[in-house]
């Protein structure tokens, strides 16, 4: 495997081991909460918005721990108008601060992106590969009983591990599947 690609598969690790480490740590008893939740986001890591589900894995009494995947298709169609759409996936922790309306969420994780590109060398399309580093922290409203999640985010995206990005992103999301 050569060092590049290596480089994106140790970081994937080190986040996942983070998430799962990070919520053994921090692990107390739930009371009934919403374990699941699907969400719209304009902008954000699928850069023009995407659609995510959100899993509860732990709750404390003061953070509570989250995993998140989502998908984003950027541009449908390539520079031949054939469809071979731009493809991000965003995968996500989160460490969610607050027991009430009002919380504060950090996260990080990965953006694993697919696009569409020319190559002179190939003579035609060829598909690119990305794997970027995003870091982000967020207002996150919802009321303990009420369904509906509102979340403003500013994230820090270090595409394919070489260009900053800063970005922002606003989300609405359904809680469900009562846990106790």
């Not at 304009?42 to 918005?49: D, I, K, N, S």
């Not at 959100?54 to 998140?68: N, S």
């Not at 035609?124 to 870091?135: F, H, K, P, Y």
């Amino acid at each position: 495997m050569e060092s590049g690609k290596w480089r994106h598969v140790r970081s994937l690790l080190l986040c996942v081991t983070c998430i799962i480490g990070c919520s053994s740590i921090f692990a107390q008893d739930s009371n009934s909460t919403y374990k699941n939740t699907v969400s719209i986001e304009a902008l954000g890591l699928g850069r023009y918005g995407s659609a995510e589900y959100e899993v509860l894995l732990r709750k404390g009494k003061l953070v509570d721990y989250y995993a998140a995947a989502g998908f984003a298709m950027v541009r449908f169609f390539n520079y031949e108008n054939k469809f071979k759409p731009d493809v991000f996936i965003p995968m996500m922790g989160r460490a969610v601060f607050g027991q009430k309306s009002h919380h504060l969420e950090l996260s990080f994780g990965q953006v694993v992106a697919s696009y569409s590109t020319f190559s002179v060398a190939k003579g035609g399309e060829d598909r690119e590969l990305e794997v970027s580093l995003a870091l982000g922290t967020a207002y996150r409203f919802h009321t303990p009983q009420g369904r509906w999640q509102y979340r403003a985010t500013f994230y820090k995206i270090l595409d394919d591990f070489d260009n900053n990005r800063i970005w922002i992103g606003v989300a609405a999301g359904y809680r469900f599947n009562v846990k106790n």
